[in-house]
């Protein structure tokens, strides 16, 4: 089963990302370790903030257990433990610009809940590709939902909340604050199967 692997590391830098990443041998869709579907990395007000979704949590481990780990060690990045959750959607739209990540956790939020809100929205039909986003991926939490997607701006982000998430979502989107990371890296590495 995908997983959705999510780094948020205080006081991490992009220098220190650019050294793993080279120590890693550089993480292209070719240069990619075994079992990775997508990997994104942004800066934060306070750190750097990582999502990658996996084909599962063994593939992600056995990654971090042989190069990752060893490298983040070697570079000096404070040790944080990742949250691993179970991918129940996984899109790459039609965006091409990757500018922003936008991170957003709603308490609450059943799959069947993530279903109903998104079952009318074009940009979620067929394999996701009519979406506006340049992608989107979707994990159920023990007592809610998450969202990474990556858009070219808070703007355009804004305004796909505003005219179609909003008007469905309704008082379940009220005190949503979602939160952004400048996107650093983004490396679609297979095409994602919806679940």
């Known amino acids: 089963m995908p997983v959705l692997v999510i780094m948020d590391i205080e006081g991490a830098t992009i220098d220190q990302y650019d050294q793993v990443d080279a120590l890693m041998g550089g993480t292209s869709a070719e ?32 990654a971090f257990e042989t190069h990752l780990g060893p490298a983040l060690a070697q570079v000096g ?8 959750l179970p991918v129940h959607n996984h899109l790459h739209g039609q965006g091409d610009e990757a500018g922003v990540i936008v991170f957003v956790e709603i308490e609450g939020l059943s799959a069947a809940d993530y279903d109903g809100l998104t079952d009318d929205i074009a940009a979620h039909a067929g394999d996701g590709s009519g979406h506006p986003a340049v992608s989107h991926i979707a994990a ?8 990474v997607d990556v858009w070219a701006s808070e703007e355009e ?12 979502a309704g008082e379940r989107m009220g005190d ?8 650093h890296k983004h490396v679609p590495v297979k095409t994602p199967v919806k679940s």
Not at 78 to 84: D, F, K, L, S, W
Not at 140 to 147: C, K, M, P, Q, S
Request: proline share 10%; aromatic share 8%; net charge negative.
């Open 157 to 168: 982000f804004g305004r796909f909340a505003q005219e179609e998430l909003m008007p469905r």
């Open 31 to 62: 240069n990619a370790p075994p079992g990775l579907i997508s990997h994104t990395a942004g800066a934060t007000e306070t750190g750097l903030f990582v999502a990658d979704v996996w084909e599962s949590a063994e593939a992600m481990q056995q």
């Open 140 to 147: 159920i939490t023990d007592d809610g939902f998450v969202a």
């Open 77 to 84: 990045v404070p040790a944080t433990p990742p949250r691993i």
């Open 176 to 183: 949503v604050k979602p939160r952004f990371a400048r996107v």
